[in-house]
């Protein structure tokens, strides 16, 4: 059973740019995490997609933003890419029924995707 | 979010328990206590949880204080596979899913 799957492991991007980051969320699952991790710091929360739509966010610009496809994978694009925005960008996915069923929703994480912006 | 606080940095010697201390002293009734671990180069992984009562599982356990205000995860027997950064987080179960992390403490294992 394949676990968190996200690509690519690395990308060097300059100031200005967009990327795209991709998550494949671990079988069964069906809500997509993302976070940011600057080095010597704890990831933060982006945002969190559930049924194809953006369902919680955290305290970042417009410019970043994502997508949940139907088969529950996920995109993270940012655009405008500025110096500061160079980190490991982590998925996380997890199963909203088990939060439905008055259940802890453990999040199982990927490998994440490290950004340099130069 | 509630905010949680841990030390920095623990060291443990191989094969002795380890004990990690997370202070919460805001936590609200319905807060759960998750435990993760970030391992080098790896994602952060899912160790235990808990509300009121003490926890036990095949990773770690965790003893709450009686008035919920902090909470101590129990690595029984360490090993050089423990050494990872620690992160206590407050989180309720009302649909609320997003993990809040703070800086967490590093454990270094020596052999």
């Known amino acids: 059973d394949a676990g968190v799957t996200q690509s690519p492991t690395h990308l060097i991007k300059t100031r200005g740019q967009q990327v795209t980051l991709r998550c494949s969320p671990k079988?069964?699952?069906?809500?997509v995490s993302w976070y940011q991790q600057a080095l010597g710091q704890g990831p933060q929360f982006i945002f969190q997609?559930?049924?194809?739509?953006?369902?919680q966010r955290g305290n970042f610009p417009d410019r970043f933003s994502g997508h949940q496809f139907p088969n529950y994978s996920s995109e993270l694009n940012v655009n405008a890419l500025l110096l500061g925005d160079s980190a490991l960008y982590l998925c996380?996915?997890?199963?909203?029924?088990?939060?439905?069923?008055?259940?802890?929703?453990?999040?199982?994480f990927g490998p994440g995707t490290r950004l340099t912006v130069t | 979010d509630a905010k949680t606080t841990q030390p920095n940095s623990m060291e443990s010697n191989e094969e002795e328990p380890v004990h990690l201390p997370c202070n919460h002293s805001?936590?609200?009734?319905?807060?759960?206590i998750h435990w993760y671990r970030q391992l080098p180069s790896q994602g952060p992984e899912y160790v235990i949880h808990?509300?009121?009562s003490n926890v036990n599982n095949r990773m770690a356990s965790l003893a709450i204080a009686e008035d919920r205000k902090s909470s101590t995860l129990i690595l029984h027997r360490a090993t050089l596979r423990d050494a990872a950064v620690y992160y206590c987080?407050?989180?309720?179960?009302?649909?609320?899913?997003?993990?809040?992390f703070g800086t967490g403490t590093r454990l270094t294992i020596i052999p």
């Open positions: 987080i407050l989180r309720d179960n009302f649909g609320n899913e997003k993990l809040t």
């Open positions: 997609y559930y049924e194809e739509e953006e369902r």
């Open positions: 996380a996915s997890s199963s909203r029924i088990r939060i439905i069923q008055g259940r802890i929703a453990e999040q199982y």
């Open positions: 808990g509300l009121t």
């Open positions: 805001t936590i609200s009734g319905t807060d759960y």
């Open positions: 079988s069964g699952h069906d809500t």
